[in-house]
Structure formats: C-alpha cells, structure tokens
C-alpha cells in the first residue's frame, strides 16, 4: 500500500487555499506568496502556543485577539478550519499553514501555525495514534529573521493513546533529524502529551541530543495530567526574555506565552 505524500493547507487573504508539500518551497516550484520577507522582530519575537480545544469553548477567539496579535507566530494545535478562525489569521497573518491530520466534511483538524512572514521551508507530519487510528500532525516551518538567519518553528501535537513509548519516539525522530541539520535557531512547541514518566523522559533526552532548552515558567499554570504538564515550549539559539501562562476558560489548555531576544 503507497501512503499518502503529506501536505500542509496554506490559507492567505486574497487567494485561495493552497496545498503545500514538503521541501524548500522556492526548489519545489510552489510560489511564496506574498513576495519573502523576513519575519519581523525589531530584536524580540513573542510567540503563543495554544491548543484550542478544536474552539468548541466561548471566548476563544477573544483570547487570540488579545494575545494572539501581540505575537508574531502563534502555534495552535486541535485547530479546526472554521470560517470565524481562518478569518482572524488570513487577516492578521501573512501566512497560515495547517496540517490536516483530521478531514471532515466541513472542516480539518490539525496544528496551525500563524506568521507574520511566509516560510520559506514547509514539512508537514503526520503520526497515527495506534488505538483510535486517529492522526496526530506536527509541522516544520523556517523563516527568515532581519538578522539574516533563519528560524526553524516546529508545531507538534505528539501522539496520545499507545502502550509504551516506541510510536511516541516514532513521531520526534523526523523532527529531531530535521533540528539537527538546521544551523539557526530553533523553537519547538506544542502539546506533547508527556503524561507518563516514560513519555518525559524521553522527551527530555529528546531535547538534549537536539541540543534545545526548555522554557521554564516561575508561575506553572500549564495544563497537567497525572501531575505533568502537557505543553512545553524548547528552543535554542535564542534568549528568554519572558515567559508566562494565560489562565483562561476558553479552552481545556492554558496559552504559553514566550517573548525571546531574537538578535545573537
């Protein structure tokens, strides 16, 4: 049986969905459109990471207009392709780019990245979860910065329902391949379901080979299960200037707010 090439939906004011598949998007002959720039710091880069709970809870689209547009990239996972969300990031956003892990009839589920710049690297990834046979999605992204390096963003949501860790060290071994071929620097976010002591640890020992830090937040407010927090926020390359959770009921997750010096 031939899997299915993966892609990721990219959504823009003004023009239509495009389905973009992996690579560098200028040798893959897909257009970057608006023309490139780079993605604007003025020396900060402030970035929200946030699953929306597929924005089935009020106020979610409040708390992204408060907070999402005070970043420029926002990283979303459980995102569903509604027209009320797509609205707000094709009119904040250069570029929106969704991997489709779930497709129904009227909507896609999957992670979401919103940027103020187009990337200029696109891989989509998708992880099936191996009881409910459902899709988990995470995405690669680079984007030029103003210093003249480039940013690799990666947006996961890691599998949840396995017996062990092996599928779960399946899905980051892609993307750890991918950090560790990349000479700039590099933010990787999201929800990793790191519910177990296994699952951390080899989150943990993940982020160590790729040579990534973890963001620490001195008020925890992320949400946890069996006591360990589920979202997490890594980098490298970068300075935390800082780093905080957004308490709110719009969603069953808090928004992990990050604000770094973005010059070296």
Excluded at 70 to 93: D, K, R
Excluded at 160 to 170: A, C, L, P, R, W
Aim: hydrophobic share 40%; charged share 20%; glycine share 6%.
């Amino acid at each position: 049986m031939v899997r299915k090439k993966n892609f990721s939906m990219r959504y823009a004011a003004g023009l239509p969905a495009e389905r973009i598949f992996p690579g560098v998007l200028a040798d893959t002959g897909q257009l970057i459109t608006p023309p490139l720039q780079s993605l604007p710091t003025n020396g900060a880069l402030s970035v929200m990471v946030w699953n929306i709970f597929k924005q089935q809870r009020t106020n979610w689209l409040n708390v992204l207009k408060k907070y999402g547009l005070e970043s420029q990239l926002v990283l979303l996972q459980e995102a569903q392709t509604t027209p009320e969300l797509l609205h707000f990031a094709t009119s904040n956003y250069l570029a929106t780019d969704q991997v489709p892990a779930i497709v129904m009839p009227q909507y896609s589920l999957g992670v979401m990245t919103l940027s103020c710049a187009n990337p200029i690297y696109c891989c989509p990834l998708r992880e099936r979860e191996p009881l409910l046979r459902l899709s988990k999605s995470a995405l690669v992204t680079v984007y030029p910065l103003d210093d003249g390096r480039q940013l690799m963003v990666v947006n996961i949501h890691a599998v949840n329902f396995s017996i062990g860790v092996d599928i779960y060290k399946q899905q980051l071994k892609p993307i750890g391949e991918q950090i560790l071929q990349h000479k700039g620097p590099v933010i990787l976010a999201g929800d990793f379901n790191a519910w177990s002591r296994q699952r951390l640890h080899s989150l943990y020992r993940f982020s160590t080979l790729t040579g990534l830090q973890e963001v620490r937040f001195s008020r925890d407010w992320r949400k946890k299960a069996f006591g360990r927090p589920l979202d997490f926020v890594f980098y490298r390359g970068l300075q935390v200037e800082e780093a905080s959770v957004l308490v709110t009921e719009a969603s069953d997750h808090n928004p992990l707010l990050v604000r770094f010096h973005a010059n070296p």
